[in-house]
């Protein structure tokens, strides 16, 4: 069965980079579609990216053009390449897990438990 873990979260100064990974402990990746959300003391869990069984990209708006899914077919690691990090990124990551591709939490089926990202002045 699908067992989420994130890891890679951290402090890092802004204009810098970060990479999380995330990795299922269950079925092969290959099976399923791969999200990552996050959410910040006050707001709303929010869709940050995701990645379809034949590798098709989605991304949020305030993260396009910044950070990049990715992840090698039938390997049990999808990974979270962020780069120009800012304030407004600091956050919990999340990743998840579903049968339909979409933008919308509530669509996902499997969550980790999520890693802490801190961007600092």
């Known amino acids: 069965q699908v067992q989420l873990v994130e890891s890679g979260g951290g402090v890092v100064p802004a204009g810098g980079s970060l990479r999380l990974s995330c990795t299922d402990s269950g079925r092969p990746f290959s099976l399923i579609n791969m999200g990552w959300f996050r959410q910040a003391p006050g707001k709303e869990r929010e869709f940050v990216g995701a990645i379809t069984r034949t590798g098709g990209r989605y991304y949020g708006d305030a993260v396009k053009g910044r950070f990049t899914v990715s992840r090698v077919n039938d390997e049990p690691t999808v990974h979270l390449q962020m780069n120009d990090l800012n304030l407004e990124d600091t956050a919990v990551y999340y990743c998840?897990?579903?049968?339909?591709?979409?933008?919308?939490?509530?669509?996902?089926?499997?969550w980790g438990q999520g890693t802490q990202v801190t961007v600092s002045s």
């Open positions: 998840a897990a579903g049968q339909t591709v979409s933008k919308l939490d509530l669509n996902y089926s499997y």
